[in-house]
């Protein structure tokens, strides 16, 4: 029983460190996905399970984000 426990707590941990590794695979650059507030807040799915349309944004030196950059580090942070 255990033994399924920590492979499910790997198997998260290992989506969200892959989904992080892709989204800043270009140097200076990361990619951030933005859903609509009202629709988003409404489903109680997981987030990988949730099929609501979003917007896919390139954060860089020419297109800031800081606050949704912060988000994500905040995310990861212990």
Not at 59 to 76: A, C, K, L
Request: with cysteine; aromatic share 6%; charged share 30%.
């Amino acid at each position: 029983m255990m033994k399924t426990k920590i492979q499910h707590a790997r198997e998260a941990i290992r989506w969200a460190t892959d989904y992080r590794l892709k989204a800043t695979a270009d140097a200076n650059v990361i990619y951030v996905q933005v859903g609509d507030v009202n629709i988003d807040h409404a489903c109680w799915d997981r987030p990988e399970d949730m099929d609501t349309p979003k917007a896919v944004l390139k954060i860089d030196d020419n297109n800031p984000g800081s606050d949704v950059h912060r988000v994500g580090i905040e995310s990861i942070s212990p």
